[in-house]
Structures are given as structure tokens and as C-alpha cells.
């Protein structure tokens, strides 16, 4: 676990080891989310990360059949 100092102007540094495991880049948005007393910094990821993401799922639904 790594501590981090808020800056005067309420700035903090994203270790090294965190930025590469997430695959941090400069620029990139990162979501911050109050949980009770803690507060969890969530990368957003673009869209397109997410291609292929569902492959191989059954979309295969049984239907009720129409009364009419």
C-alpha cells in the first residue's frame, strides 16, 4: 500500500507502480467516487476498450408465446 501527500492545492501523485498497472497515460480521466470515509479514483477507459468484451455470450431468450 502506498501513501500519497495532498498538495496546497489539493493535488495528489498517482504512484508509479499504480500508473502502470492500470496503464495510466497523462491526460486521462479518472472518475472519483466519495465511498463513507474513503474515496476510490476509477480510470474512465474510451469506449472502444470494450469491443469484443461480450463475444461468445448466449443471446439465444425464450419467449413467452403471444395470447392473441
Known sequence: MSTVTVSP????VVPLEIRKALGLKPG???KV????DRVEL???RPLS???GLLRGID???D???DPS
Open 42 to 44: 476509477i480510470p474512465v
Open 63 to 65: 419467449r413467452e408465446t
Open 28 to 30: 486521462q480521466k479518472i
Open 49 to 51: 476498450d470494450t469491443r
Open 59 to 61: 443471446t439465444e431468450v
Open 33 to 36: 467516487i466519495q465511498l463513507g
Open 9 to 12: 492545492k489539493f493535488q495528489i
